[in-house]
T-cell receptor
Framework: DVKVTQSSRYLVKRTGEKVFLECVQD?????MFWYRQDPGLGLRLIYF???????EKGDIPEGYSVSREKKERFSLILESASTNQTSMYLC?????????????FGAGTRLSVL | GDSVTQMEGPVTLSEEAFLTINCTYT??????LFWYVQYPGEGLQLLLK?????DKGSNKGFEATYRKETTSFHLEKGSVQVSDSAVYFC?????????????FGKGTKLTVNP
């Protein structure tokens, strides 16, 4: 069975802390994504990676960075957490190729920054 | 750029009622279209998809038809159940391969009452 695992379901951090959100997929997928989900705004793409050590900015990369040292793992980093980064964070992965490929999502990490 | 517009919720129905959630898109070329569903406390999962004009995607009693002439992909179900309560997202991915990025609508929350 396909699996995307996010390391934490809930996190509470303080303003200014450095925060790491981890995501692991077991499907040998090349592409991985980080989204944030906010009420009334839907899902917005923060960063994505199409290969190890490769990354591209999404629609809202400010305040975030990412790391992909191994194919199965994609980390989202909040260098200095702020209250406006309180949100639900979703990781997804997909295999490249032709046709309508399906993205597989983790269960999400709900981050609260106090 | 590409975009997806779906009807705003929340939508509240009684069990066995008919459901329609409207979705229209703007895209160049021939995108693939998707409906994803997010049950409470979970990540997103694919509900159905369609890859070309006049294709009908179907799953769990839900259906949506890819209408190129009206740039629409409306979600329908003839008789909803309490277990269908969730947030539904319409999404597209561009025709050309590559990053396989998804563009999401803002989501529609459905509540089905017994």
């Amino acid at each position: 069975d396909v699996k995307v695992t996010q390391s934490s379901r809930y996190l509470v951090k303080r303003t200014g802390e450095k925060v790491f959100l981890e995501c692991v997929q077991d499907m040998d997928h090349e592409n991985m994504f980080w989204y944030r989900q906010d009420p009334g705004l839907g899902l917005r793409l923060i960063y994505f990676s199409y290969d190890v050590k490769m990354k591209e900015k999404g629609d809202i990369p400010e305040g975030y960075s990412v790391s992909r040292e191994k194919k199965e793992r994609f980390s989202l980093i909040l260098e200095s957490a702020s209250t406006n980064q309180t949100s639900m964070y979703l990781c997804a992965s997909i295999q490249t190729g032709t046709g309508a490929q399906v993205q597989y999502f983790g269960a999400g990490t709900r981050l609260s920054v106090l | 750029g590409d975009s997806v517009t779906q009807m705003e919720g929340p939508v509240t129905l009684s069990e066995e009622a008919f459901l329609t959630i409207n979705c229209t898109y703007t895209a160049t070329g021939y995108p693939s279209l998707f409906w994803y569903v997010q049950y409470p406390g979970e990540g997103l999962q694919l509900l159905l998809k369609a890859t070309k004009a006049d294709d009908k995607g179907s799953n769990k009693g839900f259906e949506a038809t890819y209408r190129k002439e009206t740039t629409s992909f409306h979600l329908e179900k003839g008789s909803v159940q309490v277990s269908d309560s969730a947030v539904y997202f319409c999404a597209l991915t561009p025709t050309q391969g590559g990053s396989e990025k998804l563009v999401f609508g803002k989501g529609t929350k459905l509540t089905v009452n017994p």
